[in-house]
């Protein structure tokens, strides 16, 4: 049914990106904590995240390498490819459920709320075609917008990912041994720890000015009182980051500790 599903999605004449579960990538979408047996389902633009099907499992997962922490870095989102556009339709984005594992209750409507009254902002253009990838959804499947939050949150504390295939690079990334290379010494641990969070820093703050925007303004206002303290804390650049937004319109207003349009 998933699978099939997930084929019928697919031949909808809709702008998937408008809804973040862009189709483009699929050939090239691993990363070191994406299980070697997934199949791709559609990923939401921001660096490394992507969601997934697994051999024999209806259910929907999402693959963050941000998340950085093992056990988490592969977590369900839907119990089959249904309830998972759903959810979608609920939240009308893909990208908070990909945020939601972090998110506690107030956070996530929170957030949506916020969501909401951005999009009411954003260009025509971008409105009318989530719009219309929503309602084409809807009426493929004959869905209706289901809340996400609390049947998300217990399949994910439920979830055992000791039954998860792993590449070679995921038990090296984490300085893990490789069960199958089990004579191997993990020798190194310092330098793997480097290399975790090497990466960490790599994947936290996306290449896309506009999702980087939302990043970092999120940051700013939620763990980061400058922004000079937010780029301490990433170990990011601050002269790069400001002019690849300044390259968007967006400027940082000290006093309000956000980027805003100029």
């Not at 089959?80 to 990208?95: G, I, K, P, T």
């Not at 989530?130 to 049947?151: R, V």
């Amino acid at each position: 049914m998933t699978r099939d599903d997930l084929r019928r999605f697919r031949t909808l004449d809709i702008d998937f990106d408008s809804i973040g579960l862009l189709q483009d990538g699929g050939e090239d979408f691993a990363y070191f904590c994406t299980p070697t047996d997934a199949e791709f389902v559609g990923r939401i633009g921001c660096d490394g995240v992507h969601f997934i099907l697994l051999p024999g499992d209806e259910r929907v997962f999402c693959v963050d390498p941000a998340m950085g922490e093992e056990g988490k870095f592969v977590l369900p989102v839907g119990s089959d490819f249904r309830e998972f556009l759903s959810f979608v339709l609920f939240c009308q984005d893909a990208n908070p459920l990909a945020e939601l594992w972090w998110k506690d209750e107030g956070r996530f409507y929170g957030d949506l709320k916020e969501g909401e009254a951005e999009f009411q902002s954003a260009d025509e253009g971008f409105q009318r075609d989530c719009e219309t990838a929503l309602a084409a959804i809807a009426k493929e499947f004959g869905l209706s917008p289901a809340d996400p939050f609390h049947k998300v949150k217990a399949m994910q504390a439920a979830f055992d990912p000791s039954g998860l295939n792993w590449s070679d690079e995921y038990y090296d990334v984490l300085g893990l041994e490789n069960p199958r290379r089990p004579d191997e010494a993990i020798i190194y641990q310092a330098e793997h720890t480097a290399t975790v969070f090497a990466f960490r820093r790599e994947t936290m703050l996306p290449q896309d000015p506009y999702i980087l925007l939302s990043v970092v303004n999120t940051k700013l206002r939620d763990e980061y009182p400058s922004l000079s303290a937010l780029c301490d804390g990433l170990d990011a650049d601050q002269r790069e980051l400001t002019e690849k937004l300044a390259g968007a319109g967006y400027a940082y207003d000290p006093a309000a500790n956000q980027f805003k349009p100029v």
